[in-house]
């Protein structure tokens, strides 16, 4: 945890030179005594390497990691059979998506959000931003660059996110689904960036469902 996540994560000053997951874990300890965590201050490519069974024991993953080719590569991993949600937010307060798929193993994963430019290479089509533009900041944040989002459009995306598994694990949710909620693009476009086609679908404030999102050739859930 540094100083320049603040503004943009749960957790505080206090935690500031602290591994993520322990402060994480210490603070829902402190807030749901009755739980039982556990942690590895690990890449989760080393866990999955090492000790597989630590997280694919779980009734559901949630990915939420900000990397994409990371979280490609987990979705591969995992495969059709395993219920879990990607979870990731677009810049500058324009929307947040969450992508429950694994369910039932049926096809539609998260490769089955991107497609290919011959320029610009795999792009997610779920996105509100238009392919083609950077909006990495440097302020020594993740890696030391980031994707500027405040802090409320993290809670926002996370409240979906809890409401999504939470139908998964009651069997309530039966299909794979994408859920994605659009903000208000002002600041997005003043600063010069422009939206995507699947964001003139959307009004600010409106949240939408979709499951007809599986691509029939993708490699990863019909290969």
Request: aromatic residues 10%; charged residues 25%; proline residues 3%.
């Amino acid at each position: 945890m540094e100083a320049s996540n603040l503004y943009r994560h749960v957790l505080g000053i206090t935690d500031v030179g602290v591994h993520k997951v322990k402060g994480l874990s210490d603070l829902l300890q402190d807030h749901y005594p009755h739980i039982s965590l556990q942690y590895r201050a690990e890449r989760v490519e080393a866990v999955l390497e090492q000790d597989a069974k630590f997280i694919c024991a779980a009734d559901a993953i949630v990915i939420a990691l900000g990397d994409e080719t990371l979280e490609l590569w987990l979705n591969q991993f995992f495969g059709s059979q395993r219920p879990r949600l990607h979870a990731w937010l677009d810049p500058l307060g324009i929307g947040g998506h969450v992508l429950g798929t694994g369910i039932g193993g049926e096809a539609g994963c998260f490769r089955c959000l991107f497609e290919r430019d011959e320029q610009l290479g795999l792009y997610n089509k779920a996105s509100f931003a238009n392919r083609g533009q950077t909006f990495q900041r440097s302020i020594a944040g993740c890696s030391g660059t980031f994707a500027p989002f405040a802090g409320v459009d993290a809670d926002r995306t996370a409240l979906e996110a809890a409401r999504l598994v939470a139908r998964i694990l009651t069997g309530k949710e039966t299909e794979n689904v994408l859920v994605s909620w659009f903000g208000y693009p002002d600041e997005f476009l003043e600063a010069g960036f422009t939206l995507s086609t699947r964001a003139e679908l959307f009004q600010p404030g409106d949240c939408k469902r979709i499951k007809d999102f599986a691509t029939r050739e993708c490699p990863h859930c019909c290969g």
